[in-house]
């Protein structure tokens, strides 16, 4: 008899096939938005392939209907979770005037919506960072019942945002927990250049927070150990590091080509960790998903993110008059 792992951390069937939905709707937008990339549609794709299920994992932790994240450009999944839809990704990717993060002015993976408490990201990395552990401080001063989630890639931790936002954040508790998804490469620098110690958690002491690696690739681990942070965070006793190990199963961007410093061998071992695959087997070893019912589910994401394209690709650019807007005040108007 398999060993129903998600029974044993509390989650239903109905929780598991929705955090593989989430992590599938992302890989199949990412997907079809290098398709557009390619076809000369959409400027540009960071891509989320490989990470999603520590994006989902983490994020099915959270109360997404309190808490505060601030993602970093690869976190689809995360968005997703929280309430960004498809339609709103690709008016993003297409840089339409619907886009809810910017109006169409910022390049894709900049999310940003207050609705759904997704604090606005920033191009300099782990600017987030002290973005996220700001709200937190607000939380603990105003006593308020919500905590912060903040994610960045590993090269970034070694910025020195991620050093002054963890520092203030285990100095003064704060309810905040920081996620570092670790897939190797900080563009084309591979982590043994990157880092002196093993592992970006084994920083977290000199934070005088806790730190802990874990799978990237297995959400069910990820949200283990983030409910495990987050119940920590909730009940006052400050903040945690989180280290997921994933797999960037693409090149850093569609600017970028991964070749010229990752082997096909490199590659290929990269792929068999896939995160999608993976997870779908445990689901039909625990009985929660059939042949029949990944087809229909594949079926319905399929038909989510062709709706979405067709809309994002026949919707309205902003005007050009409108450029500055929001970025300065306007004369007699409340904006």
């Avoid at 505060?68 to 690869?74: G, Q, S």
């Avoid at 960004?84 to 005037?97: D, G, H, N, R």
């Avoid at 190797?184 to 880092?195: D, F, G, N, R, T």
Wanted: net charge negative; proline share 5%; charged share 30%.
């Amino acid at each position: 008899m398999t060993n129903n792992r998600h029974e044993e951390l509390g989650l239903s069937n109905d929780d598991v096939l929705h955090m593989y939905e989430t992590m599938l709707m992302a890989r199949r937008l990412d997907e079809r938005m290098w398709l557009l990339n390619r076809a000369g549609k959409i400027p540009f794709v960071i891509s989320c392939q490989g990470q999603e299920a520590a994006q989902v994992g983490a994020a099915y932790a959270l109360d997404k209907d309190k808490d505060y994240i601030a993602p970093y450009y690869r976190d689809m999944g995360v968005v997703l979770h929280f309430g960004m839809t498809p339609k709103e990704l690709m008016l993003s990717a297409f840089a339409k005037a619907e886009d809810p993060n910017s109006g169409g002015r910022q390049m894709p993976g900049h999310f940003g919506q207050k609705k759904n408490r997704i604090l606005t990201g920033s191009s300099p990395v782990t600017t987030q960072l002290p973005h996220a552990v700001g709200v937190a401080l607000a939380a603990k001063i105003k006593k308020k019942d919500f905590i912060t989630f903040v994610t960045l890639g590993e090269g970034s931790s070694n910025q020195g945002d991620f050093h002054e936002g963890a520092n203030f954040a285990g100095v003064h508790k704060l309810p905040t927990i920081i996620m570092v998804e670790n897939n190797k490469y900080a563009i084309s620098v591979p982590i043994e250049k990157q880092l002196a110690c093993e592992h970006v958690s084994d920083r977290a002491i000199g934070y005088g927070m806790p730190g802990v690696t874990v799978d990237g690739t297995d959400p069910l681990e990820v949200y283990k150990v983030m409910k495990e942070a987050a119940d920590r965070a909730r009940s006052g006793e400050g903040p945690s590091l989180v280290e997921t190990i994933c797999y960037r199963l693409t090149a850093h961007s569609s600017d970028d080509d991964h070749r010229a410093y990752r082997s096909d061998e490199d590659l290929k071992a990269e792929r068999e960790k896939d995160p999608i695959p993976r997870f779908a087997a445990y689901l039909k070893e625990t009985g929660v998903l059939d042949e029949e019912s990944e087809k229909a589910l594949e079926d319905k994401v399929k038909k989510i993110v062709n709706e979405a394209t067709d809309y994002a690709e026949a919707a309205p650019y902003a005007k050009p008059e409108d450029a500055l807007k929001y970025v300065y005040a306007e004369k007699g108007g409340d904006e």
